[in-house]
């Protein structure tokens, strides 16, 4: 099973000034299974795109 955890980030200090900047990213986490089909190794770097309740992964 795949698991999507939604997390926020912040940043608060940019530069010489402070600034509060919050942005949300997901991590993803792929069973080992379907790593080795697709050939994916450790540093890849995929793309990802929702479609409904579905996400589709590709390599860049």
Same mark, same amino acid.
Request: charged letters at 40%; hydrophobic letters at 30%; glycine letters at 6%.
């Given at each position: 099973?795949?698991? @999507?955890? &939604?997390?926020?980030?912040?940043?608060?200090?940019?530069? $010489?000034?402070?600034?509060? !900047?919050?942005?949300?990213?997901?991590?993803?986490t @792929?069973? &080992?299974?379907i790593?080795?089909?697709?050939?994916?190794? $450790?540093?890849?770097?995929? !793309?990802?795109?929702l479609?409904?309740?579905?996400?589709?992964?590709?390599?860049?």
């Open positions: 099973m795949s698991y @999507i955890q &939604k997390n926020r980030a912040r940043v608060c200090w940019n530069g $010489k000034k402070k600034r509060k !900047k919050s942005h949300s990213h997901f991590s993803i @792929i069973p &080992k299974e790593v080795n089909i697709m050939s994916w190794k $450790k540093g890849d770097e995929l !793309k990802f795109k479609e409904g309740n579905k996400v589709v992964l590709r390599r860049k």
